[in-house]
């Protein structure tokens, strides 16, 4: 049996479509709580019809500066009401918003704007501004709260509906543009990994930048009419336990790097709490069961990236086998290929790829040709088990060379996520001399683990081949402002043994 599944037919999309107003649809609920912004005292919380009251109405006001469809705008924003309002009330009126993360510097963001070549920059005090000759505006909500609605633009699907950057971890960010049907493909993980309902209370605990927040933080349960919970900018992990328990969250999102630092707060009990989705890295076994037996909870992971969202996941009605990321969503057509292109047989390494016909698959990137012949090469390496399951093994160009074997530096790492004291950890080829590569372990502790003890986690779970040679303490992981792992910055950081 190959290792290619296709649960088609794709979602039907309409010949004339705006991603806004299909997200918007539920606001005919009007007094339904679509966000609450939570702070450390009191909460701001926005009910369906301020929320489209105000996207209509920054609509407006964003023609009114002399945009037109198409024109692209750069967000300089934090985590606050103004995003999500810019976010979509440009898309409202068939402009595209480029949302960035306001850790970024004058010098990166520069690089990136240039990218894209924004009209307009739309930026809150203090968020550091590109050298770009587009001009700046400061979002004004209580001006645009009393505009008249500006009429929704109503055009064609795959007209360009938003920009969004690569996180950069395997090199310079690309830019992502991305059409309003990429909305619809996201209907098939409301079921089949977030089990998202109407009644539901999401909290998203990422910078709204991040795709991974955006969707599935803002616009997942806001298409479904369900009420999304943001912490405020400013708000320490330590402080989400308390924030889970009074906000009354149903379900919580988070990267497993933030779950791993729940786990070692005080949790109360949840008993609003259904599960917790998870994304952004890998989920691993020894996480997830001490997730389990702290909230009596479980995690469901997806896989999926900054080109298609996510397209394989585990869910609380079909959750990941053990060891496994999930299984492909209902609507994707994907499979796992060889070198050649074509399908590797069940059970063997390969890379993971969608079909570019798939409605969520990005147009392209800013200055390359769109995605063309039948896959989309993601640049992820997997095995599909005969179920059907899948199992993410890294990226392609992270693989690891151990006496000329392929190893997956996650089925390394694994073999000490049980140890107490580590936060974090990453395996990489590193040369100790010309011509001489060993795996090593980078680790994040608060102190050092007794080689002994890494030693013997490995020899337990590794084959020889598979050990690493080299274990090294670091205060911190190099990471991604969205805190994902940037494995090529860690090489530099080898330190020989004495």
């Known amino acids: 049996m190959l290792s290619e599944i296709d649960t088609r037919p794709f979602p039907a999309v309409p010949p004339a479509f705006n991603l806004s107003g299909h997200v918007l649809a539920r606001a005919s609920s009007p007094e339904r709580t679509a966000l609450v912004i939570l702070h450390p005292e009191a909460d701001e919380t926005v009910s369906y019809s301020r929320l489209l009251q105000l996207t209509r109405g920054c609509a407006t006001a964003l023609l009114a500066l002399g945009l037109t469809p198409g024109d692209r705008i ?10 999500p309002v810019l976010y979509l009330g440009a898309i409202w009126v068939g402009l595209v918003p480029v949302p960035t993360s306001a850790a970024l510097t004058g010098f990166e963001i520069t690089a990136l704007a240039a990218l894209v070549s924004p009209r307009l920059i739309v930026a809150e005090p203090g968020i550091p501004l590109p050298d770009h000759p587009a001009p700046v505006v400061t979002p004004d909500l209580a001006a645009w709260s009393g505009l008249p609605p500006a009429e929704i633009h109503l055009a064609d699907p795959n007209r360009e509906a938003y920009i969004i950057f690569t996180s950069g ?3 310079a960010p690309m830019a992502v543009s991305h059409a309003h049907r990429a909305i619809l493909a996201r209907q098939t993980m409301h079921r089949h990994w977030e089990d998202l309902r109407q009644n539901d209370r999401l909290l998203h605990a990422g910078a709204l930048n991040w795709t ?7 616009l997942d349960p806001w298409t479904v009419g369900a009420t999304a919970l943001i912490p405020a900018a400013g708000m320490p992990p330590a402080a989400l336990p308390a924030l889970l328990e009074r906000a009354q969250a149903s379900i919580l999102a988070a990267a497993p790097g933030l779950y791993r630092q729940l786990l070692r707060a005080k949790i109360p009990p949840l008993p609003y709490l259904r599960h917790g989705l998870s994304a952004g890295e890998a989920l691993s076994g020894a996480l997830r069961q001490a997730w389990r037996n702290r909230t009596g909870t479980d995690l469901h992971e997806a896989l999926g990236m900054s080109e298609c969202s996510t397209y394989i996941s585990g ?5 990941a086998p053990e060891g496994a990321t999930g299984f492909p969503q209902p609507g994707r057509h994907l499979a796992i290929l060889d070198d050649t292109g074509h399908p590797v047989p069940r059970g063997q390494q390969g890379e993971l790829a969608v ?6 698959l990005m147009r392209h990137y800013l200055g390359h040709t769109p995605p063309h012949g039948r896959w989309f090469r993601t640049g992820d390496a997997a095995v599909m088990a005969p179920d059907g399951s899948v199992t993410h093994l890294g990226r392609t160009d992270d693989l690891l060379n151990a006496g000329g074997f392929r190893v997956s530096p996650t089925e390394v790492e694994a073999a000490f996520h049980a140890l107490p004291d580590l936060i974090a950890c990453a395996a990489v080829p590193v040369e100790p001399a010309p011509g001489t590569t060993i795996i090593a372990l980078f680790y994040e502790a608060a102190c050092e683990i007794a080689p002994s003890l890494l030693q013997q986690c490995a020899e337990r779970a590794l084959a020889r081949w598979k050990q690493p040679r080299h274990y090294q303490r670091l ?4 990471r991604t402002g969205t805190g994902k792992l940037i494995r090529k910055a860690l090489a530099a950081q080898f330190r020989r043994n004495e």
């Open 74 to 83: 750069l967000l300089r924003l934090g985590n606050t009401l103004a995003f």
């Open 169 to 171: 971890t395997s090199g």
């Open 212 to 218: 991974y927040t955006l969707g599935t933080g803002l």
């Open 315 to 319: 869910s609380p009605t079909r959750p």
């Open 355 to 360: 079909s570019t016909a798939d409605p969520g």
């Open 475 to 478: 205060d911190a992981l190099p």
